[in-house]
């Protein structure tokens, strides 16, 4: 799959310190460059609403609980947003 950084990702990814985090990011980014369908990202959760939008958990401890929003359409993944759970933007 193609992945595609947006301009927002980049500051919110600019923000993070936790080098456990920007580890576990990196798992997760070379995964989804592997996969060939949605099924092999794994970890994915669709949000409720949205029909391309779907989030990964990364939990690194409870003080680093963190939420990486992608856009999956076609065979392209848009790396949308990057927050800590507390302050999720996509919950109503």
């Known amino acids: ?3 595609i950084f947006r301009p927002s990702f980049f500051r919110e990814f600019d923000r993070l310190k936790n080098k456990d985090t920007l580890i576990a990011l990196e798992n ?9 369908s949605i099924d092999e990202i794994g970890n994915l959760k669709k949000l409720r609403n949205y029909s391309y939008y779907y989030r990964i958990k ?3 401890s ?3 609980d963190y939420r990486l929003v992608l856009m999956i359409r076609n065979n392209k993944v848009w790396a949308e947003s ?3 759970a507390s302050k999720i933007f996509y919950e109503k």
């Not at 997760?28 to 060939?36: C, G, L």
Request: hydrophobic share 50%; glycine share 0%.
């Open 1 to 3: 799959m193609e992945l």
């Open 62 to 64: 409870d003080k680093h």
């Open 28 to 36: 997760i980014f070379s995964r989804i460059e592997k996969a060939e």
């Open 82 to 84: 990057i927050a800590l």
């Open 58 to 60: 990364i939990k690194i």
